[in-house]
């Protein structure tokens, strides 16, 4: 179809324009028709000329479409202005790379990388999969010590004195912990500690740490049922002291790791510690030990328990009487032993100031021991009936043998004088022992060889330790070599040091005839059953007639005109014997003060305990019948009616002090 046809027009009608004129038309038609909002495609230049889009179609009114092209050739051309002349550039020439090598580099690439993963994954899951299944279930395992029970102290009844009781350790994983204020604000009116403390205790990673100790099994149970994720419970025990202060310089006391630290507790450490065990289990999310685990326990082995020779009644009771006069004479420390004078077993053994097994700190370190066994000091004139054995026992003198005795006398340029002022006097021996004449003992003394003396005084166990089992055990002093200065001084009670415990031994080897046996604090051994403690071998010291003949002069002690009348015990016969001496002062060197004793036993026709009593130091008087000799009264009477022995059936031989 012609242009003629397709427009109803000649197509000679208007001359034909040129290129430029018919761009410079079309663009002004474009301009108007974009002005009138008509559509119009936009021109694309290139490097050959501008190209023409095709133009929408618009439609007349008519219904004839007619390109837009014509319409702008009827608009009147407009002279373009000159276009400023093209510079022609040659193109640019762009290489591609190579399509098959950029595969193939990126394919070994790839299978560099599989093959990475491939190697791995046959190491995890061949080669070495046991052991990471094995190092797996380790991070999950946990091994929790299994501590062995403390071994049971009792008293000689079977009571306790000391004993072990189940607790636990609260721990935490923090790593495990998710919210330690939460943690804390729960746990703070349960346990003793700080809410902030127990919040720094739960923050961290650490996969075990403490957050309290020695918590009772109902506490424990209460956390538990928190269901806190991160708490744990390590078993333990605590140590418990059922009697309380009750023979705490005895049984001693632990420190926070269960180790003895004093008495009992530190010198039968090995037996009663026993041996831990252990428990590994593997955990669950939530840290429990899971029931099905591959779980390995070695059982803790129980300690070694003890049975003593302690009387918990006797020895509470001695402890109270003491410890009132301790303060009554403003003394520094005091002792009381009681002791069997048959088994030469130690039924009390009080000291003051006592220890709280439960609160050591609250007592001063040198007085959490125990002075009975630990302190020597001189003895004084509770160490006569001694020299008075060792004297009669080698023939020298009898009881009724008279001695002319001043009140004082001149050794080796030293005076010795008698405690209190007197004429020259003819005094019997028992005399010289109820008036506790330091002269007339010496004088006495002065009668048998020095060796001789020293042997005696050694065989009665002065000079070597009692080796009851307590730590800290003093051996006293008893010189090796004497003068004759030192026989005199000794035989009164002073240049020789002992501890109560020994004196205590000393006077039951009287009581029991002469013969001396090793003094004794553990009865029995207690396992799966009860072993009783080998007993020692028993020594003759002086004879049997020479230990009648001493008694009865003790018991002139406490009979009219003698030092102890003030002591007696109702209802029995009683042997003792009083006691003075100068006290050393190890700051000086020095004797500055007193020591005051009294000690004895009964019933004297049949004796059955012995009690030593000693007052350090004291400063409202020194007297020892006067200040030790009411605490001895006191505790024999309740020793005595505690074990039921019944009072004495006849009355003590009249004994004559003095010459006609």
């Known amino acids: 179809m012609t242009a003629e046809r397709r427009t109803g027009r000649p197509a000679t009608s208007r001359p034909r324009a040129s290129a430029g004129v018919r761009a410079a038309a079309v663009t002004g038609t474009t301009e108007r028709r974009l002005r009138a909002g008509t559509a119009v495609a936009t021109p694309v230049r290139s490097q050959r000329g501008v190209r023409h889009v095709p133009e929408p179609v618009r439609r007349e009114r008519g219904g004839s479409a007619k390109p837009a092209r014509v319409a702008a050739a009827r608009a009147p051309a407009r002279r373009p202005s000159p276009a400023p002349p093209k510079v022609k550039r040659p193109p640019r020439l762009v290489r591609l790379a190579d399509p098959k090598q950029r595969l193939h580099v990126c394919l070994v690439l790839i299978s560099i990388v599989l093959s990475m993963f491939s190697a791995r994954l046959l190491q995890l899951q061949g080669l070495n999969a046991s052991s990471y299944v094995a190092a797996a279930g380790d991070d999950r395992v946990r091994s929790f010590p299994l501590p062995a029970a403390r071994g049971t102290i009792l008293d000689r009844d079977g009571e306790p004195l000391a004993r072990s009781v189940a607790a636990f350790h609260l721990t935490a994983d923090q790593t495990m912990v998710v919210n330690p204020a939460a943690y804390a604000l729960q746990l703070d009116e349960l346990l003793p500690a700080d809410l902030a403390s127990i919040q720094r205790a739960l923050t961290g990673t650490k996969r075990f740490h403490y957050i309290a100790k020695n918590l009772t099994p109902d506490l424990w149970r209460a956390i538990d049922d928190l269901d806190l994720p991160g708490l744990f419970a390590e078993p333990a025990s605590v140590r418990e002291y059922p009697a309380g202060r009750v023979a705490g310089n005895v049984i001693g006391f632990t420190g926070a790791d269960g180790r003895g630290l004093a008495g009992l507790e530190l010198s039968m450490q090995s037996r009663l510690a026993g041996r831990d065990g252990e428990t590994t289990c593997e955990l669950t999310p939530s840290g429990r030990c899971m029931p099905t685990g591959n779980a390995r326990t070695r059982p803790a082995v129980r300690g070694q328990g003890l049975r003593l020779t302690i009387d918990r009644d006797i020895q509470w009771y001695a402890e109270r009487a003491l410890a009132r006069q301790v303060e009554a004479a403003r003394a520094d420390a005091g002792n009381v032993v009681v002791m069997d004078t048959r088994t030469f077993e130690i039924v009390a053994v009080a000291t003051s100031p006592l220890v709280d097994p439960r609160e050591p700190g609250e007592t001063p370190v040198e007085s959490r021991g125990n002075r009975a066994l630990e302190e020597a000091y001189e003895p004084g004139s509770v160490l ?277």
């Open 384 to 660: 006569k009936p001694l020299t008075m054995a060792a004297v009669i026992e080698k023939g020298a003198a009898q009881p009724d043998t008279v001695l002319s005795v001043p009140d004082h006398v001149r050794r080796s340029g030293e005076l010795i004088n008698d405690y209190y002022d007197h004429p020259k006097e003819r005094m019997t021996l028992t005399g010289v022992l109820a008036k506790s004449s330091n002269v007339g003992t010496l004088l006495a003394a002065e009668r048998i060889d020095k060796a001789a003396f020293r042997s005696y005084l050694s065989a009665f166990g002065l000079g070597e330790k009692p080796r009851v089992g307590l730590p800290g055990e003093s051996a006293g002093v008893l010189p090796a070599e004497w003068s004759a200065l030192t026989r005199d001084t000794i035989a009164f009670g002073q240049g020789v040091s002992v501890s109560t415990v020994q004196l205590a031994a000393a006077y039951a080897t009287i009581a029991n005839g002469g013969i001396r046996l090793p003094a004794r604090l553990v009865a029995a051994t207690i396992d799966e059953t009860e072993t009783a403690a080998a007993p020692g071998s028993p020594r003759r010291v002086v004879s049997e007639p020479t230990a009648a003949a001493v008694t009865q002069m003790m018991e002139a002690v406490m009979g009219e005109g003698g030092t102890g009348r003030s002591s007696t015990v109702p209802g029995y016969r009683v042997a003792g014997k009083t006691g003075t001496a100068q006290r050393v002062d190890p700051a000086c060197g020095c004797y500055r003060g007193y020591n005051s004793s009294f000690m004895g036993f009964a019933p004297a026709d049949d004796p059955r305990y012995v009690v030593a009593v000693s007052l350090l130091n004291p400063r409202n008087g020194n007297s020892g019948g006067q200040l030790a000799g009411p605490v001895f009264a006191d505790v024999m009477a309740f020793t005595l009616t505690h074990m039921g022995v019944p009072p004495s059936g006849t009355e003590a031989p009249e004994a004559r002090l003095f010459a006609d």
